[in-house]
């Protein structure tokens, strides 16, 4: 019986080493994200690719309200957001947004 309860806190301890091991290095990622700096050009191409999913994003919305699916309002203020966070990803010159699931200590 002792072997078997020994077995199983060698185990649990074992696993959560591991885990604190992969969320260091996933917060390392995303440090190592945040230093990197697009330059002008890649700027605009990334742009270029979010100025055409909005445009679709549009598109759809307007499918949406033309079939019935979401009224004009709701369309409308869907719109509005989307338009709101382009313009914020601009500002912040097309970075990749940062991972929300991340609480400040690195812990999920």
Same mark, same amino acid.
């Given at each position: 019986?002792?072997?078997?309860? @020994?077995?199983?806190? /060698?185990?649990? +301890? *074992?696993? *959560?080493?591991?885990? %604190? +091991? %992969?969320?260091?290095?996933?917060?390392?990622?995303?440090? &190592?994200? $945040? $230093?990197?700096? +697009?330059?002008?050009?890649?700027?605009?191409?990334?742009?270029?690719?979010?100025?055409?999913?909005?445009?679709? !994003?549009? !598109? +759809? /919305?307007?499918?949406?309200?033309?079939?019935?699916? @979401?009224?004009?309002? &709701?369309? &409308? !203020?869907?719109? %509005?957001?989307? &338009?709101?966070?382009?313009?914020?990803?601009?500002?912040?010159?097309?970075? @990749?947004? $940062?991972?929300?699931?991340?609480?400040?200590?690195?812990?999920?």
């Amino acid at each position: 019986m002792n072997k078997i309860i @020994m077995s199983f806190m /060698i185990a649990t +301890l *074992l696993s *959560l080493g591991f885990t %604190s +091991l %992969s969320s260091a290095e996933e917060q390392q990622n995303v440090v &190592d994200q $945040k $230093k990197v700096q +697009l330059t002008s050009e890649q700027q605009a191409e990334v742009k270029a690719i979010h100025q055409n999913i909005l445009e679709q !994003k549009k !598109k +759809l /919305i307007g499918k949406y309200v033309e079939f019935g699916q @979401m009224t004009k309002e &709701d369309g &409308d !203020k869907l719109i %509005s957001r989307f &338009d709101q966070k382009f313009k914020k990803m601009e500002e912040m010159g097309f970075q @990749m947004p $940062k991972h929300h699931h991340f609480h400040k200590s690195g812990k999920h």
